[in-house]
């Protein structure tokens, strides 16, 4: 069960799947509560989007205050549609700047995961047993190449995670309504089973009706995790411009919405 909340000014959406094991926060965060005006309004974390970067600056420290997030522990990606995760083994910003990656993970506490979207679709892990979080990005060049099965590899590999443990979460994109994509795009998901559930013909020829939510939740399932263990938020970006930033239905010109997963600092600090 999904459900709107607020923090201050900021909405966001969060699910029950998520606050009731109780040691994470989480938020796919809506565009309102920012203060960037016109196609960025308002809560915009997009520095290359092509608004002005001291409202981008403004919009990160708001949800940094409204979400408990430590100073300078809100760790971001240089998200470049791969498949390449990062695991996180330290507290802070990485050196060098954003991690070149759309998968992040990491078992520390007090360190939030950052993905920003305007369409592609934000996915979240969690081990609820042995309490590690992993953030992806995935638009349809990721899920192609795998990423959200690569997340569910890379934590059973490196932390031990057993598939049952994990929870995923998958959170507003653009929806099979109005993701109309070509051939090439077709092309590259030939290899992954499912295409015929997640690919539906449009009367124009070569053209289809992508639903990347859906080949995401495929994807994870047969990577192992069982089906009741993976959410999803069912909105889609481009219907929800009062709601959402949409890449596509912005015509190229819109913000980028932050969606954030942190493990708790104490586990006593329900709904911090
Ligand atoms: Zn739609």
Redesign the pocket.
């Known amino acids: 069960m999904f459900r709107f909340a607020r923090k201050g000014a900021i909405e966001y959406l969060e699910t029950e799947g998520l606050s009731a094991p109780g040691f994470v926060t989480h938020a796919f965060c809506t565009r309102r509560g920012g203060v960037s005006t016109g196609p960025y309004s308002s809560l915009n974390l997009g520095f290359l989007a092509g608004d002005r970067v001291e409202d981008v600056r403004r919009n990160q420290t708001l949800v940094e205050e409204a979400f408990g997030i430590p100073d300078g522990r809100l760790i971001l990606m240089r998200q470049v549609h791969g498949d390449r995760i990062r695991v996180l083994d330290g507290d802070g910003p990485l050196p060098g700047g954003l991690p070149e990656c759309d998968g992040l993970i990491s078992d520390r506490p007090g360190v939030a995961l950052g993905i920003r979207t305007a369409d592609c679709v934000p996915i979240f892990f969690v081990d609820r047993v042995r309490r590690i979080i992993g953030a992806a990005h995935a638009g349809w060049r990721g899920t192609a190449l795998g990423i959200a099965a690569a997340m569910v590899e890379t934590l059973a590999g490196r932390f031990s995670s057993r598939r049952e443990d994990l929870l995923a979460v998958i959170g507003p994109a ?6 109309q994509v070509d051939a090439p795009v077709f092309a590259a998901f030939s290899a992954m089973p499912g295409t015929g559930l997640f690919f539906r013909p449009c009367r124009e020829k070569d053209r289809w009706m992508l639903d990347l939510a859906l080949a995401n939740r495929l994807q994870i399932r047969e990577a192992g995790v069982p089906s009741e263990n993976i959410f999803s938020a069912g909105l ?5 411009q009062d709601l959402f930033f949409s890449h596509r239905a912005g015509g190229g010109r819109s913000g980028r919405q932050i969606n954030l997963l942190m493990l708790r600092a104490g586990d006593d600090r329900k709904n911090a």
């Open positions: 653009i929806g099979p309504c109005c993701y889609c970006t481009a219907c929800r």
